[in-house]
């Protein structure tokens, strides 16, 4: 064969090595010098000194020495238990979701202290939580569901920093209570929504009572202020007058006027005056015609 074809054989050779060696083992395992990407360190098991770990950019590493054991991300991992059912103190079956979320603050522990991290904060998250909903009535749980979390939060923060982990976020994603429960619970908002309007009815009612209270004073104060206004008229107009005919006069005249917007109403067929009433009402229109005159007169 001609040399021609004993390199292209050798090249072909090299890759396909490469290529296995790639999908295999790797090649951190041969290569001195390693790129980390941003935000991800690795853990590496020296088999001749204590363990390390590289951080983003160049690093070196002694091949056959350094093992590469695990590639980790340094940002937020968010964890998420499966729902679990807890039984309250009173007694009531309910399911709560949680969702946590941790940072690697220290890698080799996070790798060579657990077997997985990330299973052991799910278990975590899931046995705190049903140590604490397990000692509180279920009302207790709802209200004070972010003090809940914090405590969570609080509880699960040594076991973690022996993990190399930092507790970041512990919260509620969803507590379902019995379909009982919540039909109780819907009747209960119903209920309260119905009671505020009731409420608010009745404090529109009552500012409506009050707002006629105040017309109707206001029109007793004017009718009071026109009452006196006529007494003293007619009394410079009739200095003799005495108080009881000025009083029946206006009263007669009150009387009048009430049969005359009674009779000329739309709602009214025909008015009855009594018999008697003739007589006085004849001495009452005299009476304001010589008034009416005598005004005249002196104008």
Not at 41 to 50: K, M, P, S
Not at 141 to 169: N, P, S, T, Y
Not at 189 to 197: G, Q, S, T, Y
Not at 212 to 236: G, Y
Request: net charge negative; with cysteine.
């Amino acid at each position: 064969m001609e040399p021609i074809y004993w390199w292209l054989i050798a090249i072909f050779s090299i890759i396909a090595i490469l290529v296995v060696l790639y999908y295999t083992v790797g090649f951190d395992t041969f290569m001195p010098v390693v790129v980390v990407d941003s935000q991800e360190a690795w853990v590496i098991d020296n088999r001749l000194g204590a363990d390390r770990v590289i951080y983003e950019g160049l690093n070196h590493v002694m091949p056959w020495r350094d093992v590469v054991v695990r590639k980790v991300s340094l940002k937020e991992l968010t964890i998420d238990p499966p729902e679990q059912e807890i039984i309250t103190q009173d007694n009531i079956n309910i399911v709560v979701d949680m969702i946590a979320s941790v940072k690697i603050v220290d890698a080799v522990k996070a790798v060579m202290e657990v077997e997985d991290f990330e299973a052991s904060v799910k278990s975590l998250v899931m046995s705190s939580t049903l140590s604490k909903l397990g000692q509180m009535n279920f009302s207790d749980i709802q209200k004070q569901q972010d003090q809940i979390a914090k405590d969570i939060k609080e509880h699960m923060k040594e076991d973690c920093a022996r993990w190399g982990l930092e507790v970041v976020l512990v919260k509620f994603e969803n507590i379902t209570p019995p379909p009982s429960i919540k039909q109780a619970m819907e009747k209960e908002i119903v209920a309260e929504k119905e009671k505020r309007a009731s409420i608010l009815k009745a404090e529109g009612e009552h500012k409506v009572h009050e707002l006629h209270a105040d017309s109707e004073k206001v029109l007793i104060e004017k009718r009071a202020e026109a009452t006196q206004k006529v007494i003293k008229e007619l009394k410079e107009l009739m200095p003799t007058l005495s108080d009881e005919k000025i009083m029946h006069f206006l009263t007669s005249t009150a009387y009048i006027d009430s049969m005359k917007q009674l009779s000329t109403s739309s709602n009214s067929k025909f008015v009855l005056y009594p018999s008697d009433v003739q007589q006085p009402m004849d001495k009452v229109m005299n009476a304001e015609y010589l008034s009416r005159h005598a005004t005249s007169a002196d104008k």
